[in-house]
């Protein structure tokens, strides 16, 4: 089975929670993009020119610029590799422009044969509706998605808190957020494929249960 697990998605088809399902089935490190962001931001020197520059980009929703960025994805990726973990990686690459940076660095740790990239498809529609209704937790803004399945859920699973509805799940940003996605992370896909990368395609419209059992069957596939 693959060592290095690639999903890219659209707003709302629940990758993170797949990654986390896959985390918890197979024992792979999910890397997840915010946390790495999160953690070196925390850690940083409060003088640091370029990363305050980066802070304010980050706190008003824009990426960061690949140069900061990339390099801290690797070096976790580098850390994982060391502990012989397998890996998820579930909001990167979202950009062309990070893209030969990060495979590189996961063909040298892991061979190219051990890299499985799936996509996991959701309509325009279907993002609308599932994040439009999208609430998250008081405590840690765990994130419960519109789904059938947590349509009476009143408090978060994880920490008991109440769940709340954002502003910023307003349709016409998730409108907005979607084309984002088109405009910047779908070309990665291609850039994939034209690198010899097969792209496992999985349909997001279906229950949570049923994208990981077809995620496993193409894992095992
Ligand atoms: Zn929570």
């Not at 051990?114 to 008081?138: D, F, P, Y």
Request: net charge negative; aromatic share 6%.
């Amino acid at each position: 089975m693959s060592k290095v697990i690639i999903l890219i998605a659209p707003p709302g088809a629940g990758k993170g929670t797949q990654a986390d399902m896959i985390e918890e089935k197979f024992g792979y490190h999910h890397l997840e993009t915010s946390k790495i962001i999160e953690k070196n931001f925390l850690n940083a020197d409060p003088d640091d020119v370029v990363i305050n520059e980066e802070k304010k980009r980050w706190l008003a929703g824009e990426l960061m610029k690949p140069s900061t960025f990339v390099p801290w994805l690797i070096e976790d990726i580098k850390n994982i590799v060391t502990n012989g973990q397998g890996l998820i990686l579930s909001g990167s690459p979202r950009t062309i422009a990070e893209t030969p940076a990060v495979l590189t660095a996961l063909e040298e740790s892991y061979g190219r044969e051990n890299i499985a990239v799936l996509n996991i498809e959701l309509s325009e529609e279907e993002s609308v509706k599932r994040n439009g209704g999208r609430r998250i937790c008081q405590a840690n803004r765990h994130p419960i998605p519109n789904f059938p399945e947590f349509a009476n859920l009143t408090t978060c699973p994880q920490d008991g808190s109440p769940l709340i509805t954002r502003a910023l799940d307003k349709p016409e940003i998730i409108r907005e957020r979607y084309q984002v996605y088109w405009r910047d992370t779908a070309p990665v896909l291609d850039y994939l494929r034209e690198h010899g990368y097969q792209i496992n395609v999985i349909n997001g419209e279906q229950s949570i249960e049923k994208v990981f059992s077809d995620i496993v069957q193409h894992l095992n596939g």
